[in-house]
């Protein structure tokens, strides 16, 4: 994501003025400017600015590169190394994912913006990366200016992949389609995340890291966010076969984001397993008193994913009172290395 306007402080902001003769250097991020660098970009990629000084000394998988003018933070670029699933690198490849690109409010239209996505690609073709890819969403106030960036920069045409949708969750929690889920079959059993035992999570990673569950849809991702008492998982002869992962949204402040819906393909059946845990977690979420903090829920159904894209059309939309679809871009370092 990009954007124009401030995610951080003013006051840092406006620390350096413009200068025309001021001398522009491009370098990574160092230990001691975390505070000031950090109003370079949104709060919820904070985390990632830390990780990257944590791996300064360890070739960390954090990009951070700093725009100085006069050695003074103008400017940021901020990327991390993809998921397996993430979309677009192709299998066994080595992929970026662009997070963030900033440009103090007083420095933008100065160039600045091009010469930090040139330093990010060498960066990442420096450091093994074989593409980058970027994932925004239209209700930026400044997409369109990012997106001439990318042109600028040789990405590729932006492309939509994802539905965003939000919601009242109340709404959702009284819609018609609820009172018609299937029962929970006798041999299966509803929990809450906070109530899996070091059993179930040592099991569930030994089949992330088998591959038997794709990385995208682990109960365990951003886990730092995770609202565990309103996460739904099933079990099935004490295995956890499908779950619901409940999310803080890092971006809409009054909202959930259910993130992972997941069952386990033997029983992807006419049962209905999938409908059971997204009607309970909509439950749990309206029946919370998180509800009166967070009323909101949001949904992303990839447009690949053909039979969820086909349920949140048909059960979820017309209980939504927004949805777009979200964009990405991508840059291919082989291509772009040999032209």
């Not at 600015?49 to 003018?69: F, H, P, T, Y």
């Not at 992949?161 to 709404?171: A, I, N, P, Q, Y």
């Not at 402040?253 to 209905?272: E, I, K, M, Q």
Request: net charge negative; aromatic share 8%.
């Amino acid at each position: 994501m990009s954007s124009s306007f401030s995610p951080g402080s003013w006051e840092h902001l406006f620390a350096t003025p413009y200068s025309h003769s001021a001398s522009i250097t491009v370098e990574g991020l160092k230990s001691g400017e975390l505070p000031e660098v950090s109003s370079l970009t949104f709060k919820s990629c904070r985390k990632l600015l830390e990780k990257a000084i944590e791996g300064l000394q360890d070739n960390g998988d954090v990009l951070a590169l700093v725009a100085r003018a006069d050695g003074r933070p103008v400017g940021l670029v901020l990327a991390d190394t993809m998921q397996p699933r993430d979309e677009g690198t192709g299998t066994g490849q080595k992929g970026l994912l662009l997070r963030s690109v900033f440009i103090n409010l007083l420095w933008q239209h100065k160039g600045i913006g091009k010469l930090l996505m040139a330093a990010l690609e060498t960066a990442a073709r420096d450091s093994g990366y074989l593409s980058i890819r970027t994932e925004y969403t239209p209700k930026l106030d400044s997409f369109e200016v990012f997106e001439r960036l990318l042109a600028s920069a040789g990405w590729g045409s932006p492309q939509q992949f994802m539905e965003e949708s939000l919601s009242w969750v109340k709404d959702m929690a009284d819609a018609d389609w609820l009172k018609r889920v299937p029962q929970l079959p006798m041999e299966y059993g509803l929990i809450a995340f906070d109530q899996l035992t070091d059993a179930d999570r040592e099991d569930l990673q030994v089949r992330l890291q088998a591959g038997d569950i794709p990385q995208g849809l682990s109960p365990f991702a951003e886990e730092e966010h995770l609202v565990p008492e309103l996460s739904v998982g099933l079990r099935h002869d004490r295995k956890i076969v499908a779950w619901m992962s409940l999310l803080r949204s890092q971006v809409v402040p009054d909202a959930l984001c259910y993130r992972s819906l997941y069952v386990d393909p033997a029983l992807r059946t006419a049962n209905g397993l999938g409908p059971i845990v997204v009607a309970e977690a909509f439950r749990r979420h309206a029946a919370s008193p998180i509800a009166e903090e967070r009323p909101k829920g949001i949904f992303n159904t990839h447009h690949t994913a053909t039979k969820q894209m086909n349920f949140v059309r048909k059960r979820l939309l017309p209980c939504c009172f927004e949805t777009y679809a979200l964009r990405s871009s991508r840059l291919d370092l082989q291509q772009s290395s040999s032209a």
